[in-house]
């Protein structure tokens, strides 16, 4: 532990070792849990045959007497709370009520437990207190605990098909849960009925996570100084053992990051000063660090970037890149990286940002020709003159101690009278089909064209499959089979082919057929 300083001054800097009956028996994989309880400290290592130990923030720690075995804690209505006993891992337990003694804390009822719907292939992986209700998580399903005693507590399941493999993945912000699925995905649940997953814009990212360690996953609540908290979730990638990349949600832009290279397998917040957090984080070699602190990963440069993905900027038709204008504070002697990238192309075209400030004064500059910013923005200026149906820019700093601030990007583009390249594709596939004169040896096969309408594709292909077919008739067309002038069949009489024409003006029942068999060349 470390305590604070007097006044405002934060943390002491010194690290105090708490011993006494406190022996965690913990791994790597087990995660700790807290929950503070009429000024103690409950600490509880995470492994299901251990019960928690408790600390009165001075001196030793020493057993939670009487308390059951468990992998997690939490405090709610003046109870305690403690779930994940081996013996019975959908069982929820609580301490008698508190009210002026942590004595209650060592105070446990055999019976002061309830079942949260055992025999359903899922355990109870998470108790949180929020919304003046305790709510459970499971695999695969949510409840909610309301009342404040023994005597008037009722269980309800919520939601069901959604739940948490980590107890460390659930956090709480603006009085919604934030967590992660079993499967991955993270979501915001409300407290009621509504689930809503909020990590699609990011499956590629998730994807290439380790998914044998989601219930590893380790969340926070933490703000940054800009008002808002965010939720901060540390994984594993694949290929991976330990925690490796953190994933941020910006709850105000609705937006993600992603942060490599922190491997954090413990998080929380804590005060360094008035007003003022930081967020601290354990690693697997016994080391905590502090984030933010300083431009530079500890002396180390940070590559920083914004990208978007390939975007059709809602233009069907192919257009013409011509300007980019960026939007940054102003930083110091140091630079950005500009790059574009047309089509799905794996390199683009890279052009540089000053940071220092090159606005035109105001009064000084010809209309329509200078850029203007503010005190403290720079506008970029990107030029280009590129065709494409697809776009993807990309700005970026890879050097320590040089921050950045995007505040915008405003795109130019320069629509043609081209059908898009999608669309184009089509439209030049139909034309060799119905020119078979301009275009020499078989029609192609139609290409798979994302977003293309499923109806519309089985159009293309069974014009693919029957543009050289001919009809085949079993019967003579001859006076019995209506046709129109031209049209061309084949006749199988018996094994025997003939090529037979519609020759009625207008369109009829005469057809001519070719007086010998169709024999081998």
């Known amino acids: 532990?470390?305590?604070?300083?007097?006044?405002?001054?934060?943390?002491?800097?010194?690290?105090?070792?708490?011993?006494?009956?406190?022996?965690?028996?913990?791994?790597?994989?087990?995660?700790?849990?807290?929950?503070?309880?009429?000024?103690?400290?409950?600490?509880?290592?995470?492994?299901?045959?251990?019960?928690?130990?408790?600390?009165?923030?001075?001196?030793?720690?020493?057993?939670?007497?009487?308390?059951?075995?468990?992998?997690?804690?939490?405090?709610?209505?003046?109870?305690?709370?403690?779930?994940?006993?081996?013996?019975?891992?959908?069982?929820?337990?609580?301490?008698?009520?508190?009210?002026?003694?942590?004595?209650?804390?060592?105070?446990?009822?055999?019976?002061?437990?309830?079942?949260?719907?055992?025999?359903?292939?899922?355990?109870?992986?998470?108790?949180?207190?929020?919304?003046?209700?305790?709510?459970?998580?499971?695999?695969?399903?949510?409840?909610?605990?309301?009342?404040?005693?023994?005597?008037?507590?009722?269980?309800?399941?919520?939601?069901?098909?959604?739940?948490?493999?980590?107890?460390?993945?659930?956090?709480?912000?603006?009085?919604?849960?934030?967590?992660?699925?079993?499967?991955?995905?993270?979501?915001?649940?409300?407290?009621?009925?509504?689930?809503?997953?909020?990590?699609?814009?990011?499956?590629?990212?998730?994807?290439?996570?380790?998914?044998?360690?989601?219930?590893?996953?380790?969340?926070?609540?933490?703000?940054?100084?800009?008002?808002?908290?965010?939720?901060?979730?540390?994984?594993?990638?694949?290929?991976?053992?330990?925690?490796?990349?953190?994933?941020?949600?910006?709850?105000?832009?609705?937006?993600?990051?992603?942060?490599?290279?922190?491997?954090?397998?413990?998080?929380?917040?804590?005060?360094?000063?008035?007003?003022?957090?930081?967020?601290?984080?354990?690693n697997y070699a016994g080391q905590a660090a502090r984030y933010p602190s300083t431009d530079a990963d500890a002396g180390a440069a940070i590559n920083a970037y914004y990208q978007s993905g390939q975007m059709a900027l809602d233009l069907p038709q192919q257009k013409i890149f011509r300007l980019a204008q960026v939007f940054v504070n102003q930083e110091g002697n140091y630079n950005l990286t500009f790059e574009y990238r047309l089509d799905f192309e794996g390199s683009g075209t890279s052009s540089t940002i000053s940071l220092a400030g090159s606005g035109a004064v105001w009064d000084t500059a010809v209309f329509d020709t200078a850029t203007y910013a503010d005190i403290t923005t720079t506008i970029g200026r990107v030029e280009g003159y590129r065709t494409c149906d697809f776009f993807q820019w990309r700005i970026s700093n890879a050097n320590a101690s040089q921050p950045f601030t995007m505040k915008g990007l405003r795109l130019f583009f320069e629509p043609t009278d081209r059908v898009g390249g999608i669309a184009w594709r089509i439209k030049d596939w139909i034309e060799s089909w119905l020119m078979p004169d301009a275009w020499a040896g078989e029609l192609p096969a139609p290409p798979p064209l994302r977003d293309e309408p499923v109806a519309e594709q089985q159009y293309l292909q069974q014009i693919y499959q029957h543009h050289n077919d001919l009809v085949v008739v079993t019967s003579n067309p001859n006076g019995s089979r209506q046709g129109s002038l031209g049209e061309l069949i084949a006749y199988n009489n018996s094994g025997s082919y003939k090529l037979c024409l519609n020759t009625t003006s207008g369109g009829g029942t005469t057809w001519r057929c070719s007086a010998n068999a169709l024999t081998a060349p």
């Open 1 to 282: 532990t470390m305590d604070y300083s007097g006044g405002t001054g934060g943390p002491d800097g010194t690290w105090d070792n708490v011993t006494g009956a406190l022996v965690p028996s913990f791994g790597t994989d087990d995660q700790a849990d807290f929950a503070a309880a009429l000024d103690v400290l409950v600490i509880e290592d995470g492994v299901a045959t251990t019960a928690p130990y408790q600390w009165t923030g001075s001196g030793n720690a020493s057993d939670l007497t009487n308390a059951p075995n468990s992998r997690m804690v939490e405090y709610h209505k003046n109870h305690l709370f403690a779930a994940g006993n081996s013996s019975a891992r959908s069982q929820v337990a609580f301490s008698n009520a508190c009210t002026t003694s942590s004595t209650c804390l060592t105070t446990w009822t055999a019976t002061d437990v309830f079942n949260v719907e055992t025999n359903d292939g899922q355990i109870v992986r998470s108790l949180k207190s929020g919304l003046d209700a305790l709510y459970i998580w499971k695999d695969a399903s949510i409840w909610r605990l309301s009342g404040t005693n023994r005597d008037d507590f009722t269980l309800e399941q919520m939601a069901r098909g959604t739940g948490t493999c980590s107890n460390a993945s659930v956090a709480v912000i603006n009085n919604q849960f934030v967590f992660m699925t079993c499967q991955g995905d993270i979501a915001i649940y409300d407290g009621g009925i509504t689930v809503q997953i909020i990590s699609t814009k990011i499956e590629g990212s998730v994807s290439q996570m380790n998914q044998d360690r989601f219930d590893q996953a380790v969340a926070v609540a933490f703000d940054d100084g800009t008002g808002d908290e965010d939720y901060y979730v540390s994984l594993t990638a694949t290929g991976g053992s330990t925690h490796s990349r953190v994933l941020v949600f910006d709850t105000f832009h609705q937006a993600w990051t992603k942060f490599t290279g922190i491997a954090a397998n413990a998080m929380t917040p804590y005060e360094v000063g008035t007003l003022q957090t930081a967020l601290a984080f354990g």
